[in-house]
């Protein structure tokens, strides 16, 4: 049983409105093999939330028919929707650019064994959850043995030829902080973790995103259960910097949930805030076919800041180098 979160619809976070459509950003079910602490997703094993293959279509015609040119995937575990692989290979004809969020430990899991193979050949960009390079905060934040698993998983898509230049097979890890505290500086941590990966373990990757986490859903529900969440929001707000509003993912990206609705962001989706886009409460992806949304308003709240505060936070890692 989560504790109650406080309500975040009523915020003094600045108007901010869109760009031009970059990326569809798409939930492909809440099902995981994990359950992560830091998880806004409240995703695990146990869910049964996941895309349906009409739905897929939609989301492809959406993606021949916008200005979109990145399809960014998510879950849960994406990889375990069972048209994971048929919408890989269909927005590939497309041209897309593919990004795949990653476990790392789903490459283990039965049935996946040929995963990796399969993403390197369709040349999908991994991006891969690593909340830390020592074993023990790992397994703390996400599960024992997850830290090994993790492990054997980068192995083996760097034999497949991931985190290495010459390449052009992308493999990012993600970083998250272990509990109520910004992300340190992205570059000077990403040395680090290059530096101790390769050493122990001979691992090679592109780059780090250190990635804030956000006080909703379960990593909310712990804020308030250890009575840290009015603290760390004020540490947020206090850390806010007006030059992130130029990036944050928001005004160039769409977050689309299992069932095709649309929202203005991955957290916006969970706390089920609408999208403003067409003054719809529940705008779905048929309805922005051909659709320009350039100029739309973007509906916020406090957990806004997360993303402005310090360095900034996207999906893309820190805003401000």
């Known amino acids: 049983m989560h504790a109650m979160l406080p309500l975040l619809q009523k915020t003094d976070f600045p108007a901010i409105t869109r760009r031009r459509l970059t990326t569809l950003q798409a939930n492909l079910g809440y099902k995981c ?7 806004h997703v409240n995703a695990g094993p146990q869910r049964k939330e996941v895309m349906q293959r009409e739905t897929i279509e939609d989301l492809l015609h959406l993606l021949q028919h916008s200005t979109a040119t990145t399809l960014d995937l998510t879950g849960g575990a994406p990889e375990l929707n069972p048209d994971f692989r048929y919408l890989v290979r269909e927005a590939g004809r497309q041209g897309a650019h593919i990004i795949d969020r990653c476990n790392l430990s789903i490459l283990s899991e039965p049935g996946q064994e040929d995963l990796a193979e399969f993403l390197a050949a369709q040349r999908i960009e991994v991006v891969a959850s690593m909340p830390c390079y020592l074993e023990e905060n790992v397994d703390a934040q996400r599960g024992d043995g997850v830290f090994k698993k993790s492990i054997k998983g980068l192995r083996k898509l760097n034999t497949l030829g991931y985190g290495q230049e010459s390449t052009g097979l992308i493999l990012n890890l993600i970083y998250n902080p272990q509990g109520a505290s910004l992300p340190p500086p992205q570059a000077a941590l990403e040395q680090d973790y290059k530096k101790h990966l390769f050493e122990k373990y001979q691992i090679q990757f592109n780059s780090l995103l250190t990635i804030t986490n956000m006080p909703i859903k379960r990593f909310g ?13 004020s540490l947020l707000k206090g850390s806010h910097s007006e030059n ?47 659709t320009n949304i350039d100029g739309q308003p973007i509906m916020t709240a406090d957990h ?17 180098s």
């Open 33 to 39: 093999n994990q359950s992560c602490l830091h998880c």
């Open 221 to 233: 529900s712990t804020l308030v259960s250890r009575g840290q969440f009015d603290e760390y929001m």
């Open 244 to 290: 992130n509003l130029r990036n944050v993912m928001c005004r160039d990206l769409i977050s689309i949930d299992w069932q095709g609705y649309v929202y203005d962001c991955d957290f916006n989706q969970m706390l089920e805030l609408p999208t403003a886009i067409q003054s719809r409460s529940h705008t779905h992806i048929r309805d922005l076919i051909d």
């Open 304 to 320: 806004c800041y997360g993303c402005t505060a310090g360095q900034g936070s996207s999906c893309g890692g820190a805003l401000e």
